[in-house]
């Protein structure tokens, strides 16, 4: 009902084209984090996960955390945002582009509205952190275009697996550390 809302207060933002296809790699020279949450309602719990990989599409770094007592789907995607930018961070990277499939929070960010909302208090931590680097962006991608940082089943009403699995397989010419 709050991402509805949301959605709703933001019509008047330009909204994303809806992609057809996977992941995509990062521009040269910079580094992707995929975040994804999943959210069980009826038990409060959340699971989130973030991917970080490089130019050529090699796995650098992932996480993945279980959360209790959240209030909504809003609050874990924030937080999955947040952890993301602490995995980017503690691996020195300087250009990144953040990827989240949650449209409420994406429109969220771009606003100025944050400071008035349920998940104030993250809204304000990933701005400062984005500051943290040398060049940052800030993308929406439709969920089959962040399947990498989707939570694996049973964590949540919704997800995928995460894991060396299930990751597309990397350019011959990089070696990929699963983390």
Not at 46 to 52: E, R
Not at 62 to 69: E, F, I, Q, V
Not at 124 to 132: C, H, K, T, V
Not at 160 to 177: D, E, H
Request: charged content about 25%; hydrophobic content about 35%.
């Amino acid at each position: 009902m709050v991402e509805d809302l949301l959605c709703t207060a933001q019509g008047d933002k330009k909204q994303p084209q809806r992609v057809k296809h996977g992941w995509k790699k990062p521009e040269p020279g910079r580094y992707k984090v995929n975040t994804d949450a999943a959210f069980q309602e009826s038990s409060s719990i959340a699971a989130t996960g973030a991917v970080l990989r490089d130019e050529d599409g090699c796995l650098i770094a992932a996480a993945a955390k279980r959360y209790m007592h959240l209030s909504d789907v809003l609050t874990a995607e924030a937080i999955a945002a947040r952890d993301g930018l602490i995995l980017a961070i503690t691996r020195g990277c300087q250009r990144i582009t953040l990827d989240v499939d949650n449209l409420a929070l994406f429109n969220l960010m771009q606003s100025d509205m944050g400071e008035r909302s349920v998940v104030a208090g993250l809204w304000q931590e990933i701005r400062e952190l984005s500051r943290m680097f040398e060049d940052f962006k800030f993308s929406f991608v439709y969920r089959e275009g962040n399947e990498a940082a989707r939570p694996g089943p049973g964590q949540g009403e919704r997800g995928g697996a995460l894991g060396p699995q299930n990751q597309r397989a990397p350019s011959p010419t990089c070696t990929c550390i699963y983390v």
